[in-house]
């Protein structure tokens, strides 16, 4: 049984240049994602066997990609420019060298919850709606 540790992970944030450059959003505590999906398109008929219903596949969604953070204000409040901007911008979550690769999207920032606990550190939780199709780059 495979497994690997995902420590050292990276999520990270491009920059719109061309060659866009792409800087490391510090602090990552969970990463999460990409949640894709599909539709599904309901085919059965009369004539369907044994009485069971029948599909195909419809439409893909790319999902969402949600990162918590241990929250550093100057860090992490120039993400406040991406929840405002309703055009997306491309991320991606950089794997640790073993397995190594990465995962590349379009998005934009739907969801941002700080959090200033009594007794614990401030964090701060992520959400993005992938456009487009996610895909993932070998390790070289």
Known sequence: MAGYNAFGTRFERGDGGDPESFDMVGEATDISGPEQERETIETTSHQSPNGYR?????LKDGGEV???VRYDPNIHNPLQDDFEDALTRNYRIVLPETPGGIWNFSGFLTNMGMEFPFEDAMSCSFTFKIS?????????
């Open 132 to 140: 487009g199709k996610p895909y993932f780059e070998e390790a070289s």
């Open 66 to 68: 949600s990162f918590e």
């Open 54 to 58: 029948e599909f195909v596949g419809g």
